[in-house]
């Protein structure tokens, strides 16, 4: 009786120790987990913040000087190395609204200045403006200027950024930057239009945006870029990085989340969220290989103690 004893109790011990000790390596992996899913949240963020300084320092620069030529505007890039210091920037450019009235006298502007997409000293095309997509409407939205990491990224000088994207005209009058993806055929990336007018700020009233309205900053980054570089050190997290607003959503991934994966979502601010997913956490100590050493050991040495006195 004493040998049997003894086995029963040291076998609920194991089964207790082993129960313990899953139970607390699994609220260390989901501790884990929410502290890199916050320390990706925090390098997105500054990865937005990083973003708008660009928009702040363009827009300074058009609204200190809205009749920049285009190679001005591309000397100013360059000036402040937007390239080198934004990797994932593939696009960077100033977009005015043209009236159909006024379509001739912008195609001899734009033939006199033409958008030089490779820099300052590159050569624009020469080719008469084509409409992109073609078509008479009201009103077009033209690059007029803008700086492209390399021929793949260059845009057409007819495309009409207004036709590709109906929300441009409510952003101006809203005053509130778009978001949209832009799939191309190797790689999918982020659209961002923010609306620029006169002295630098948003004017209170729809009245004054639209009067004092000079164009839209218009930027194509890579959001890809921006996740490996949240995603450096966490190579077991996948990642939904996600705009939304009542004009425009956006949705990117990193990784593919694993079944039953346990996830957490983070408010980034100004529309943006990231969800992050990690394989989940069951605590049971069949999963966890201390624990099952633990349960196996505490057993047989429980039998083997019974069997002494025995």
């Known amino acids: 009786m004493v040998a049997v004893a003894l086995v029963v109790a040291g076998t609920l011990a194991s089964v207790l120790g082993a129960r313990t000790v899953s139970r607390s390596e699994a609220d260390k992996e989901r501790l884990a987990f929410h502290l890199a899913s916050t320390e990706i949240a925090s390098t997105l963020t500054l990865a937005l913040q990083h973003e ?119 952003a101006r009058d809203t005053g509130l930057a778009t978001y949209a993806p832009v799939t191309g055929s190797k790689t999918t990336t982020l659209g961002i239009e923010t609306p620029v007018y006169l002295g630098g700020r948003v004017p209170s009233t729809v009245a004054a945006r639209r009067r004092t309205f000079v164009g839209w900053l218009g930027e194509l980054i890579v959001p890809g870029v921006v996740l490996e570089r949240a995603l450096d050190g966490h190579p077991n997290v996948a990642v939904r990085f996600r705009y939304a607003s009542a004009y425009s959503h956006a949705v990117f991934t990193s990784g593919t989340a694993p079944a039953g994966a346990q996830s957490t979502e983070i408010e980034l601010g100004n529309g943006w969220t990231v969800q992050s997913f990690a394989a989940g956490v069951s605590g049971s100590a069949f999963d966890s290989s201390r624990a099952l050493m633990l349960l196996i050991g505490g057993i047989l040495l429980s039998a083997t103690l019974g069997l002494l006195v025995l």
């Not at 990797?87 to 734009?110: D, I, K, M, S, Y």
Request: hydrophobic residues 45%; aromatic residues 8%.
């Open 52 to 170: 708008e300084d660009l928009v702040v320092s363009a827009s300074a620069f058009v609204t200190g000087d809205p009749s920049a030529s285009a190679a001005g505007f591309d000397r100013w890039a360059e000036s402040v190395h937007a390239m080198q210091r934004y990797p994932e920037l593939r696009n960077l450019g100033l977009v005015q609204l043209v009236p159909a009235a006024r379509l001739a006298a912008f195609e001899a502007r734009l033939a006199a200045d033409p958008v030089r997409p490779l820099g300052p000293e590159s050569l624009g095309p020469t080719a008469p403006l084509q409409t992109l997509p073609p078509g008479n409407r009201p009103y077009y939205c033209f690059a007029v200027a803008g700086l492209a990491r390399d021929a793949a990224s260059y845009i057409p000088a007819g495309a009409d950024y207004c036709a590709i994207a109906p929300t441009l005209i409510t």
